[in-house]
């Protein structure tokens, strides 16, 4: 069998044969312009990968400017570090282990204030432990005879590592002490085979611990100093814009499905964006957790004291997220509510309108008020408003007429299943079916509603915790005007602030 | 103002002093006492506190044996590669050096195959990069004079430092070569700073890359020759667990909520860890993500290809985790709806129970369809069934008797809103309200059954993508006769597993 496509070539070199050089060329030329064109496809692709590489790089430096500020914080630091090698005095004090000032300036400098202190911490408590432990091993060891010295020097580092390894599953200890258990098992290792040679264990340690230090010390000045990134800031705003997500989700949920009919929003674009806010409360996890274990190290900064109860916003962040579940639920369920008639959506449509808003202005004074960090006076108002939506709400469904709105049986969907004579039944039937989907959507909103209540309950536990401010006296002279509004959790904060006064 | 707790001290003191020294002994004693019972308080604390850190680590140990051997494959690396310290022949040719292979050690080994390899790749070639760049910038140094010498250096290192850090914010490279551009910013400061004393600067790289290579080597072969834990075959039983685990608290649920009154589950306590199943779902995106990414670097192994769709993974995750959503919601839901009257979830149980039953065996049917990596017979039929339910359940709504059992009116509930004058609205309104809350369960259950659905496309895709084989011979007999039940998607694998044939 001959294919397609070769035979024109094969007839094409037969024929051009006798005819001399020249026609030979042809292909040839042919074979050079697909290379060629083969090669400028690849370096236009190349050229464009890096110019989208490029792109995103640059997209990012504008977003976050303070990334960037670290990355010339980190040269900052490695350009001081390496200063101790060209000064000759020092050097000389210091002696070849500068090296190990390099080192842990790269390895220890972080993002945030937090993770530099801890990793600084763990660097210094690990070498230290690890240290006098291979000094103290190793003492023991010279001591045992020649025989027994590396035997006893192996078996330590095979056992010390092993646990040491073992120790870093341990939630507790990964979570705080990782790093210092690779350190602990780094050092201990170098001591250990190393002193084997070198006879001057204490002389080394020295030599290290105060490199270490001087590492330490440059990255800690460096990142407490300029344009300092505190992992509790950090932390602290992630949670109030997340509130803040989420509150406008809701309203754009409730937008989105109980707007009067022709009435679309003007920009499209900007209302599904915001509409997907409140996935990034979904993912945002493991941030949440990394930034307060980080934020637990760091020393009493801005608006934070040393103790601030960091665990609290962990609690926050749970039950936002068990909130941003249900708002995932409601975005399916208003696809399938497209569908539902208006006549029917019209009764509740104030009723949900009312509810999805004031749930909303509850997130958002959640979220001004962590933002602020005072208290709030209008809280307990909004919640109750939010409170009296959803009695509202049930109020609405409970009164809902159905017998003033049948609509004129469709006959696609009138059919009545077989089993079922009464002629009376088929209307309502019909409507409810319809009504299922508005039930869904309204008592996911009802249930957003509940949650929303946990998450107050922990933003009022922080404020406890963490004793927020009063709102300035102007406002909460207002406030005395209806005392009745405040409830107990409220009262205690005040309570504290006024003994402190 | 006299403190309360101060004044029977100052008054004991003041009487004993006359009676001679026996007296004052009594406080002393009683001091002593007092500190003897805190010391006490304080040893029993600690030792408290270690046998609970012990007893968890000894569970730990207990339940991931593999953990523990990971221990001691640490531990036997350690030995290995300080026994180049102890043999004096490699110690000379290695020299000083040797400590560099002690430190890959200890930095590169980790957990599972895959990382350990993308850190052995990444220092590797962060090394030779930052090497013979660090070596390039020292020649064109040394060749612009002693003034310029220390500028062009510092200026290197603190532009390629910044340069260097600030990818390590762009996602595609954190992900893949983090550790990569950390160990290029340190060799690259390393060797250009270094390079100003030692003018040896080729031997040093020399004896740097041979030490790693040893290094390197002694954790490829350990972590993959003994009792190696491939992050792939990890991430595959991950996701085929997950998909178990929201089979299972699916079932439950609808077990839960349909059940007949009166018939509790004998496990209440195994129940309950059962429901909690899926909230596993919900937050391993973070660990799916970190293992396909690991598992890139993992030659081929068991029953997977080098270029296993590991990505399609993620996608199937995303898609569980969607449906573990829904089923959070409808763990809220289901509290509510303990007060629906018996009379009014009957007529639902049986569709309901059926739709729970039949998706959980969808899900159960994919979860051992990825573990056995064969394509299931039954898929298609199940999925039927599913679908079937939902039109089953959707139906039994439709049919839903409302005439026939209304309820004999609750003086409580049964307060008609004023406005509303009609005495024969009074039945529906009640109605009306019990069924939203079946209605937004049983709607929840068909959200959750066309999420199923998705995770059914995501599988199919795994399967077509990864190739599964088809069941055994006896069992792709018995399908022959159904021919029909077959979608194209099978038929395409079977295809390409015959023309392979």
Known sequence: MVKENEVPTSLEWRVNMPDGSSRILAPESRQTSKFISRLQGLVMGIVLNIRGFLDKAWSLAVNEPKKVVHCFKVGLALSLVSVFYYMRPLYDGVGGNAMWAVMTVVVVFEYTVGSTLSKCVNRAIGTCLAGSLGIGVHWVASHAGDKFEPVILQASVFLLAAATTFSRFIPTIKARFDYGAMIFILTFSLVSVSGYRVDKLVE????RISTIAIGTSICVFITMVLCPVWAGTELHHLISNNLEKLADSLEGYAAENFRVVGSKNVHEKDSS????????????KVAEETMANFARWEPAHGKFSFRHPWKQYLKIGAS?????????????????????????KKPLNDACMRLGTSSSKVLKELSSMIKTMKNSTKLDILVDEMNSSVEGLQKALKTFPIHQHIPTPDPATAEVPSGIEEPSVTPTVLLLMKIVQMATLTSLFVEIASRIEGIVEEVKELATQAEFRDENSKKSKQTQTNPNEKDGNEHEVTMKTLQKV
């Open 204 to 207: 080394l340690a020295h030599e």
């Open 273 to 284: 964006k915001r509409l997907q806010g409140y996935k990034c409360v979904l993912n945002s």
């Open 320 to 344: 936002m997220r068990s909130c941003a579940y249900c708002i995932e639920t409601l975005h399916a369920g208003i696809n399938s509510n497209n569908e539902t008639p208006e006549f029917l």
